[in-house]
């Protein structure tokens, strides 16, 4: 028999870790001849749209760098739209795919143990 408590306890955390994923900003940066141009931290729940001839991403997945011709844009929820056209762009995030993993993982694990 399942105790409903322990199961709602349990539905209730894997939402917050899901939330603060899906909430977690990125920081964009157009850099040109090694200079950053701009910068901005936009939430999670924008699109982004980019492009480059070459794209290169860290082991963690937390940086992605677009470079040669570089275009960027960021679609808001409110359907304004920012673009960006640099040698090199980087998104950065703050939270890589290992450590969402992780958690997700230790979270089903301790639901098996309760």
């Known amino acids: ?55 290169t991403v860290n082991t963690d997945r937390t940086v992605m760098l677009f470079e040669g011709d570089s275009r960027l844009a960021v679609t808001f929820a409110s359907g304004e739209t920012m673009k960006m056209q640099s040698d090199v762009i980087k998104i950065k995030s703050c939270i890589s795919d290992k450590i969402l993993r992780k958690n997700r993982s230790t979270l089903s694990l301790s639901a098996t143990q309760t």
């Open 1 to 55: 028999m399942i105790n409903f408590s322990r199961s709602l306890v349990l539905s209730f955390l894997v939402l917050s870790a899901a939330a603060s994923a899906e909430t977690c900003p990125k920081i964009i940066s157009a850099i040109s001849q090694g200079k950053t141009l701009a910068q901005i931290e936009v939430p999670a729940n924008v699109k982004i749209d980019v492009s480059g001839e070459k794209q």
